[in-house]
């Protein structure tokens, strides 16, 4: 029998492991692919970077870093980087500070978790960007409000407030209330509670709702769009007006700047809270 | 811990505030300009008429404005959410420490401005970019993509993407894998399973994620400004060059106010008609 069964199983069994090596290289294929599509351009900006031409190339012709010379020798643009910071500081602290407060009101009253009042904040979500910016512009000029870094991030607030109240409300009604009970029936006033128990519990959506409020004011290209003056623009402003009568190999080092800024806010949130907690996705199951 | 009403409306209070200073008020003073008439000579006046609604309304460069960004917006969703769908249902079946890597390469560009990811696709689609050298290597001629539709809705695929995938990823990650099994115990070929039970489970993910891309997409500056060139206005565009460039305050406000509630308007008229299938499948999920 054994001697019979042999030959019939052997291509079987060849066959089996040929369609394995088969969806081996395409899962390797796939991946590649997809890959490719999301770094791509990321890549392309890198390259026509160091291109030795005035004009976009990619793969660069030839190599110089005169580029990176010339716009980090432009005190316009390094001023940009400078207000870019400082902006994205300022709108993230008060964001934080305001969302947290609102989270705690909406989610702690005696009748649990209010989403119908909470919902009302997050109604200019639904907005396109360049309308905000553009009415909180026409705002400022009606009524003579001079427009400075405070400014600006009072207008950026209309992005990130939304974002960061609903991040941390969520959060909020997942705390478990028997831990705050625990401690109030030890002797702990709501004080001590509030900034032993429940602050330490949300330092990691505190942070993630951080993050998210600095990038989104960093990369904001609709309320600072309109919102600027000569000395508050922004980084990704400056570049897109740089667009009028700027070289693309220059704009492909500024490019080049931000996008490094960028990778460098990529480790620290990957090191900090997880790209998954501050996306709110699962990468692994 | 509970806390009491009045302190709760305290708490709320900055968030409130924040939000009418950068929401409420610029809104109703943006809805106040674009009743306006604006005078070519004398500028804006002081006058209520809504004359610029209708010539947003009626004169046909605005009308090709709000059909060209009707259908880079409707294009874009529909095939950000194809290609997120594809990623997706490949991250889903992947799992494991692959899944991870993957997931985060595709996710970390949302960190990474808007801007330089547009720029970067003039130096992959643009002449002397990567694509032209590559189909010039394959003997199909320079083939560049750019200052057309076809280059922002690339843009807009790339720069949506990981929205769609986020939304996606979650919504595959709910569905019970032991479906799967029992689908193939009872005869289904894996071709079949996924048509007739994944599909299904995922539609609700699939319409959230049409619907953020192309509310996006309607709205967005820079990919339109970058890879549309000068000669495609798009409602976002137009809005930006009527202040900026022809100081027309009450037509960019009246375009802005009318892209806003148009894309409410769309959102609620889409809901509504995705509702019967959205709440069939998590009736049953």
């Known amino acids: ?285 | 811990m509970t806390i009491s009403r009045r302190v709760r409306l305290l708490l709320i209070a900055p968030a409130v505030v924040a939000l009418v200073l950068s929401f409420v008020l610029p809104m109703l003073s943006d809805l106040r300009l674009s009743l306006s008439g604006y005078d070519d000579i004398m500028g804006v006046q002081d006058t209520v008429t809504l004359d610029q609604y209708q010539a947003i309304f009626q004169d046909s460069t605005y009308l090709d404005a709000w059909l060209l960004t009707l259908r880079i917006a409707i294009l874009s969703g529909l095939l950000t959410t194809l290609l997120g769908a594809l990623i997706s249902f490949g991250l889903w079946r992947l799992g494991g420490r692959t899944r991870s890597v993957v997931s985060t390469v595709v996710i970390a560009p949302l960190l990474v401005s808007g801007v330089v990811r547009a720029y970067g696709w003039i130096a992959v689609m643009g002449p002397a970019g990567l694509l032209p050298q590559l189909t010039g290597k394959l003997g199909l001629g320079e083939v560049t993509i750019l200052y057309n539709e076809p280059a922002m809705v690339i843009g807009f695929v790339h720069a949506l993407l990981p929205y769609a995938i986020l939304i996606l990823l979650a919504s595959f990650d709910r569905i019970d894998p032991t479906l799967l099994r029992a689908a193939a115990n009872i005869g289904a070929r894996p071709a079949q399973a996924v048509r007739l039970v994944v599909l299904p489970l995922v539609y609700p993910g699939i319409f959230a994620s049409v619907l953020l891309t192309f509310v996006m997409a309607s709205a967005a500056y820079a990919v339109p400004a970058i890879l549309g060139g000068a000669r495609q206005v798009t409602a976002a565009t137009a809005i930006f060059q009527e202040q900026n460039v022809y100081l027309n305050w009450p037509a960019a406000a009246a375009l802005a106010l009318s892209l806003a509630v148009g894309t409410l308007l769309i959102m609620v008229a889409y809901q509504a008609l995705t509702r019967r299938t959205t709440s069939r499948v998590e009736g049953h999920a």
């Open chain 1, 1 to 285: 029998m054994t001697v019979l069964e042999a030959p019939t199983l052997a291509p079987a069994l060849a066959a089996a492991r040929r369609r394995a090596a088969v969806g081996r290289v395409w899962r390797v294929v796939w991946i590649a692919a997809v890959c490719a599509f999301a770094l791509l351009p990321l890549v392309a900006v890198l390259m026509a970077s160091v291109s030795d031409t005035s004009f976009w190339s990619a793969p660069p012709q030839g190599l110089t870093f005169r580029w990176y010379a010339r716009i980090l020798g432009n005190p316009e643009f390094v001023a940009s980087i400078g207000t870019s910071f400082a902006l994205a500081l300022i709108v993230s602290v008060v964001s934080v500070s305001t969302g947290f407060l609102a989270a705690l009101g909406f989610t702690r009253g005696r009748r649990g978790v209010n989403y119908r009042a909470s919902n009302l904040i997050l109604l200019p979500l639904l907005f396109p960007h360049v309308a905000l910016g553009l009415a909180i512009y026409g705002m400022y000029l009606t009524h003579s409000v001079p427009i400075n870094l405070l400014t600006l991030a009072l207008g950026q607030l209309v992005l990130t407030v939304p974002v960061a109240v609903r991040l941390i409300m969520v959060a909020v009604a997942r705390l478990p209330r028997d831990v705050e009970r625990a401690a109030t029936n030890l002797g702990a006033g709501p004080w001590a509670v509030f900034w032993r128990v429940i602050v330490p519990q949300l330092r990691g959506v505190l942070v993630a709702a951080a993050i998210i409020s600095f990038t989104v004011s960093f990369d904001d290209s609709g309320v600072a769009l309109f919102v600027n003056t000569p000395t508050t623009i922004t980084l990704p402003v400056r570049l897109l007006f740089y667009r009028e009568n700027e070289g693309g190999s220059l704009l492909a080092a500024g490019g080049s700047v931000l996008l490094l800024i960028g990778v460098v806010i990529v480790l620290v949130v990957g090191r900090v809270v997880g790209l998954e907690r501050a996306f709110g996705f699962r990468t692994d199951k």
